[in-house]
T-cell receptor, first 115, second 113 residues
Framework: NAGVMQNPRHLVRRRGQEARLRCSPVKGHSHVYWYRQLPEEGLKFMVYLQKENIIDESGMPKERFSAEFPKEGPSILRIQQVVRGDSAAYFC?????????????FGSGTRLTVV | KQEVTQIPAALSVPEGENLVLNCSFTDSAIYNLQWFRQDPGKGLTSLLLIQSSQREQTSGRLNASLDKSSGRSTLYIAASQPGDSATYLCAVHGGGGSEKLVFGKGTKLTVNP
């Protein structure tokens, strides 16, 4: 039973390009969360999704960032027109039936570098 | 708004020492608390999950306690080893009117051989 799979592990983009980060949750998990970790900072919540629905996007920047979790396939975090300040590690987590009882399982992250 | 604080920010100990990492949170209305380990450049590994109704959880040399009313948790590591060197993160789910998992900034532990 594979854990949370994130790809790519490392992504380099030039300023103005688009970045697409993918996350496949643990099999059977229907709740997905995205977190961002800036250098020397703690992990900050970005967005919480269930299949085909965004439940809480209060941590998402208002512009350039979007997320989806389609009925089939992985969750995608999309960053348009990247800037240097978007350089960070982006972590995806999943849980079963909400994390209140089961906790979260995290992926290994995608490290985005904007040059 | 839920806030999580971890003390100390960094800790260096000789091998074999027992140690305690501290975590405090501002809103006691949590569902659970989770301790994670993060190695440099790596993802998060879940160590222990304590439900709000529980007082402690144990796994091997690790023991985590939870005092929800005072907003505190401790992670006790017995007989520390160089392989325990990592950043330890405390995270709470719930509280502050939120469903989010809120993290502390972590304690960076170095165990010297």
């Amino acid at each position: 039973n594979a854990g949370v799979m994130q790809n790519p592990r490392h992504l380099v983009r030039r300023r103005g390009q688009e970045a697409r980060l993918r996350c496949s949750p643990v099999k059977g998990h229907s709740h997905v969360y995205w977190y961002r970790q800036l250098p020397e900072e703690g992990l900050k919540f970005m967005v919480y999704l269930q299949k085909e629905n965004i439940i809480d996007e209060s941590g998402m920047p208002k512009e350039r960032f979007s997320a989806e979790f389609p009925k089939e396939g992985p969750s995608i975090l999309r960053i348009q027109q990247v800037v240097r300040g978007d350089s960070a590690a982006y972590f995806c987590a999943s849980s079963q039936q909400g994390p209140a009882n089961y906790g979260y399982t995290f992926g290994s992250g995608t490290r985005l570098t904007v040059v | 708004k839920q806030e999580v604080t971890q003390i100390p920010a960094a800790l260096s100990v000789p091998e074999g020492e027992n140690l305690v990492l501290n975590c405090s949170f501002t809103d006691s209305a949590i569902y659970n608390l989770q301790w994670f380990r993060q190695d440099p450049g790596k993802g998060l590994t879940s160590l222990l999950l304590i439900q709000s109704s529980q007082r402690e959880q144990t796994s091997g040399r690790l023991n985590a306690s939870l005092d929800k009313s005072s907003g505190r948790s401790t992670l006790y590591i017995a007989a520390s080893q160089p392989g325990d060197s990592a950043t330890y993160l405390c995270a709470v789910h719930g509280g502050g009117g939120s469903e989010k998992l809120v993290f502390g900034k972590g304690t960076k532990l170095t165990v010297n051989p």
